[in-house]
């Protein structure tokens, strides 16, 4: 099949392009706008392309529905900085969350729950939770076009950076199944480098995810809960109602937990959380949210 770019719609050939041009590394950005307010989002048009001088670039690219722009690039055209935080498995679905499209101002840091820290050299924050991050200045914008689709090519030298001692190996090196980074594949599929290959990450709600930031302290705070399953949380449009949940209380898993542990309310918060688990596993968010809110 021969398939002539100009015989099919922009978000018809970009879904080709994205299926076939795959795994494709994750730049998750890091960046201030002319007041400091911070904004972090992840791109996947993004490699590696010299080391003298080390320099990295990526492509937040026009929408192709509406051709507008991204926060990113607005950003490092009015601060001409960013870092470049590398994502492993353990928080993809954190990113995944972050990639939604907050109003401009909004901190994703703080929906996504990940944690800023001070850069040492330049303004955006980096990612505390990633292990390795790049401090960049942006060189040059190269824009490719004005219409929906288009790429702007950022392109960045490395000043710094920063690499979690944990991931390297005996002679120094980055081990690749210590860092268990991930890719973007088409659609809603990853790939991981290491153990089980592929994986899916359901987008975030087209309509607006609350958040981690608005989920309640003591659910933010298990100890059983994984960065990865408050990503999901955080990605519901609206929490169950009161009758919701009451009614929930009567599904026979949940029943039984709290008629086990009637006056143990930190063991029934425990198994709670470990039922939401399962739900979160099996792809049930409703049935987590309602199981986690009894308290």
């Known amino acids: 099949m021969e398939i002539n770019p100009k015989d099919h719609s922009i978000a018809q050939f970009h879904n080709y392009l994205l299926g076939a041009v795959a795994p494709r590394p994750i730049a998750f950005a890091s960046t201030v706008d002319k007041d400091s307010k911070v904004n972090l989002s992840p791109f996947s048009f993004f490699n590696a392309f010299g080391a003298n001088p080390p320099t990295l670039i990526f492509s937040p690219s026009r929408r192709v529905r509406d051709n507008t722009t991204k926060h990113t690039l607005e950003n490092v055209l009015e601060h001409p900085e960013v870092v470049i935080n590398i994502v492993s498995y353990d928080m993809v679905e954190q990113m995944s969350l972050s990639s939604t499209e907050y109003e401009k101002g909004i901190n994703e840091f703080l929906k996504s729950g990940l944690t800023e820290v001070s850069s040492t050299l330049v303004?955006?924050?980096?990612?505390?939770?990633?292990?390795?991050?790049?401090?960049?200045?942006?060189?040059?914008?190269?824009?490719?076009?004005?219409?929906?689709?288009?790429?702007?090519?950022?392109?960045?030298?490395?000043?710094?950076?920063?690499?979690?001692?944990?991931?390297?190996?005996?002679?120094?090196?980055?081990?690749?199944?210590?860092?268990?980074?991930?890719?973007?594949?088409?659609?809603?599929?990853?790939?991981?480098?290491?153990?089980?290959?592929?994986?899916?990450?359901?987008?975030?709600?087209?309509n607006m995810g609350i958040g981690v930031d608005q989920i309640p302290d003591n659910i933010r705070d298990s100890e059983i809960l994984t960065g990865n399953d408050l990503g999901k949380l955080g990605n519901i449009e609206r929490l169950p109602t009161s009758h919701e949940i009451e009614e929930f209380a009567n599904e026979p898993e949940v029943s039984a937990i709290l008629e086990y542990f009637p006056d143990n309310p930190d063991e029934q918060i425990a198994e709670l959380h470990k039922l939401a688990r399962e739900f979160l596993d099996q792809g049930e968010l409703e049935k987590a949210w309602k199981t986690l809110l009894q308290f």
């Not at 490719?144 to 002679?171: F, M, P, Y």
């Open 123 to 206: 303004k955006p924050p980096r990612v505390k939770e990633s292990k390795v991050a790049f401090e960049c200045k942006v060189t040059r914008v190269i824009s490719l076009g004005d219409g929906g689709g288009a790429g702007n090519l950022v392109i960045c030298e490395v000043i710094l950076a920063h690499v979690d001692e944990d991931i390297l190996d005996a002679s120094g090196k980055i081990d690749p199944f210590k860092l268990d980074p991930v890719g973007r594949m088409g659609g809603n599929w990853y790939v991981r480098a290491s153990g089980n290959a592929l994986f899916e990450v359901a987008k975030p709600n087209l």
